[in-house]
């Protein structure tokens, strides 16, 4: 019988790459530092395959797609750096035995041949990868669905893992609010904070009725993308006996990011 054997909440700033962020790394350096001890714990658990969340990419309004295509690649093109590209081998397998399993369930998803990973996959990935991980990666793009719907999906997802026999990490890339400042990429909010505060708060409570039931007005106004893959990776996690650590929260440059890493109790 298969199992999840981690679970990670990563924020995805393409800044975090060195031939992107350079020097300005230092300036996330307790995101950079997190993000470096939780993907070591990630592949120190040997996980066959990892699946990472991401609110980027093939985003449907209403349906969960799972990307099936067995060779997976992209680059940073779209942040001036086409020359730092990703590749990785995906699993087919279970992108559709987690479809089928939400099928029974009646939940709205679908594979997709899809072979392009997105920053939100690609900046957990490049951490993940430098610790050692070399196996196959499979992709999950959220809908816009309720959070309840989502939280259904990666209770789906669980139950394929353990059908496929295989030891599985699931990475929810997430960043919080996108108005800390002034600056912002989507201006300032004095809610962003508010929200942050409050979904970090949350995360380190373990408390999911709290994270399901989020006030979608504050949601909104802080310009966040980390509710829906957290609601997955929390579905997948349920009843399983994990336990959250947020490892760091930082915002300097407007934009949230939270690392925490969700790991069995003694």
Request: glycine residues 10%.
């Amino acid at each position: 019988m298969g199992k999840i054997v981690f679970g990670m909440i990563s924020p995805h700033p393409p800044l975090l790459i060195p031939e992107i962020g350079g020097a300005r790394i230092r300036e996330v350096e307790r995101t950079d530092s997190s993000l470096d001890r939780a993907a070591k714990r990630l592949v120190s658990f040997f996980p066959d395959t990892v699946v990472i969340i991401t609110p980027h990419g093939n985003i449907s309004q209403s349906t969960v797609r799972v990307y099936g295509s067995p060779v997976l690649e992209g680059d940073f093109s779209m942040f001036g750096l086409k020359s730092v590209r990703m590749s990785c081998k995906g699993d087919p397998a279970l992108a559709d035995m987690t479809v089928a399993s939400c099928k029974g369930k009646k939940l709205r998803a679908e594979t997709v041949q899809v072979p392009l990973l997105d920053h939100g996959i690609m900046v957990p990935l490049h951490y993940i990868k430098k610790s050692g991980y070399n196996k196959p990666v499979m992709p999950v793009a959220v809908s816009l669905a309720p959070l309840s719907e989502l939280f259904d999906f990666g209770r789906a997802l669980a139950d394929a893992v353990k059908e496929s026999g295989k030891d599985v990490a699931v990475v929810a890339s997430a960043d919080m609010s996108h108005r800390l400042t002034k600056d912002a990429p989507s201006g300032y909010s004095p809610k962003g904070a508010v929200f942050d505060r409050r979904l970090t708060e949350l995360v380190r409570e373990n408390d999911v009725k709290g994270i399901l039931s989020f006030d979608p007005e504050l949601a909104e106004e802080a310009g966040q993308d980390a509710l829906w893959s957290i609601a997955i990776l929390l579905g997948a996690l349920e009843g399983s006996g994990f336990r959250p650590e947020v490892l760091s929260y930082e915002g300097p440059f407007g934009v949230g990011y939270m690392v925490a890493q969700f790991m069995k109790g003694e």
